[in-house]
Nanobody, 125 residues
Framework: QVQLVESGGGLVQAGGSLRLSCAAS????????MGWFRQAPGKEREFVAA????????YYGDSVKGRFTISRDNPKNTVYLQMNSLKPEDTAVYYC??????????????????WGQGTQVTVSS
């Protein structure tokens, strides 16, 4: 099994930045592609970004492209989401997700096998 734990969420003013981290533990050799999703109250879970195992391929949702950057440090079993130019509409619970196979930046939640508990990001106007 694999456990994912997010950290780095918080309250920030519009235009500010936050960096989320997702630490993986357990059978991390089973992990390949990883991603970030978010869910605002009353809305469906939304794809934010994904990254291939090597880190060579990254994928972004349209609403965050150019503002967010996903990266990973495999020796540390950690994935990051750098969020810049934050907007109030970025307010949500952010979830880290991992897949047991290469899924080429899939935006579908059912393609991911492991999920963290989420970290709250609140952007004030």
């Amino acid at each position: 099994q694999v456990q994912l734990v997010e950290s780095g969420g918080g309250l920030v003013q519009a235009g500010g930045s936050l960096r989320l981290s997702c630490a993986a533990s357990g059978r991390t050799s089973n992990m390949y592609d990883m991603g970030w999703f978010r869910q605002a109250p009353g809305k469906e879970r939304e794809f934010v970004a994904a990254i291939s195992w090597s880190g060579g391929n990254t994928y972004y949702g349209d609403s965050v492209k150019g503002r967010f950057t996903i990266s990973r440090d495999n020796p540390k079993n950690t994935v990051y989401l750098q969020m810049n130019s934050l907007k109030p509409e970025d307010t949500a619970v952010y979830y880290c997700a991992g897949a047991r196979r290469m899924i080429r930046g899939s935006r579908l939640t059912y393609d991911y096998d492991y999920w963290g508990q989420g970290t709250q990001v609140t952007v004030s106007s």
